[in-house]
């Protein structure tokens, strides 16, 4: 953020969107991002994309099963039941692939900002949380009821956004990851007519005229196309980060998707938290307890991760536990990871110094045979045979030979 303008900062290759690709080469090195494109061509068992579809899910679900059958990843089944994919032969959890490419997005932030970066936001798939895209469209807007259609390459989403006076709330979302069009109906249960729209964003695959064709159809109004829809994604959270941060014109508030509860007597779901409460928020229900003098309660949480108390009112007495889903990673696991994660990043280092040490060597050669050319009259015949040839043994034009491990270790010693 610079003031309360988002800058779309480009990579080293000049890119301003990327793919989230990630390859090992022949040699079992990482490779990420633009040099981990052309290897799904030449190396695609290798070569690993589209994993955020695996985030969260259990390899024997329908989906995953799916998914298997249309990509060429080699989907594995986890210890814990997840689904995981094999690379290199070794299996990577899809977070932990994510995380390669994240960890390629903070170098190229912290070399375009000249200083590390410790804080970040982090756009995640929007049946979770995420409609922020459309606070790169709303940031001059004064009032507004807008609809986030999102068709991305993987999910399909639908969000209702109100804006009135920089604080964005979050009505309703919903996703379809089939790419159907029954979620969308669904999405809309904020209580509001597609009448009461006033503006539709369109993002990602909605350039299909056909799409938008349907879209106005639906809205009875032409999509908004202000915005960049693949930078989008990355203004809305750039935009977010500003808010926690040095920006109070705006406020977002977000909700949660999906009802949380608990199971109660007889296998009831009782819930708690309706979908589209806004968040942060606490819900306190009063519960007895199945027999008389019963010492402990066993809280079943359905799904995702939440913090659970139980208080007896008689004693006083409380007891508070966080209850995570069971798909979730082991300590060792993480610690494993994160080791694996500073291996690359050691071989990365190692590998761009190298590089270093030959493009500066190959600049040096350059300049001096340039400046050999251009006073080649002025240097006596002896001189310039010499420097000629100690010039041709040593490298050339850039390009040309390649700088060895053997030689970065003696350059270091």
Known sequence: MEAKNAKVIENSEGARTISSVVAFNQKGELL???????????NPTNTLFGTKRLIGRRFDDPQTQKEMKMVPLKIVKAPNGDAWVEANGQQYTPSQIGAFVLTKMKETAESYLGKSTSKAVITVLAFFNDARPALAYGLNKEESLIAVFD????????S??????????????????SLGGEDFDNALDAGISSKDVDEVLVGGRTRVPKVQEIVLEIFGKIPSKGVNPDEAVAMGPAIQGGIRGDVKELLLLDITPLSLGIETLGCIFTRLINRNTTIPTKERQLFSTSSDD?????????????TVSAKDKATGKEQQITI???GGLSEDEIEKMVKEAELHALKDQERKALIDIKN?????IYGIKKSLSEYRDKIPVKQMAGSSGGSSSSGGSP????????????VNK
């Open 32 to 42: 990420v991002i633009i040099p981990a494109k052309p290897q799904a061509v030449t």
């Open 294 to 306: 019963q010492t402990q309660v066993f809280v079943p949480v359905l799904q995702g991760i939440v």
């Open 399 to 410: 390009g040309g030979n390649q700088v060895s491990e053997a030689d970065y270790e003696e």
């Open 160 to 177: 209702i956004l109100e804006i009135s006076n920089g604080v964005f709330e979050v009505k309703a979302t919903n996703r379809d990851t």
């Open 360 to 364: 500066s060597a190959d600049t040096t």
């Open 324 to 326: 995570r889903s069971s």
């Open 151 to 158: 068709l991305d390459g993987g999910t399909f989403d639908v």
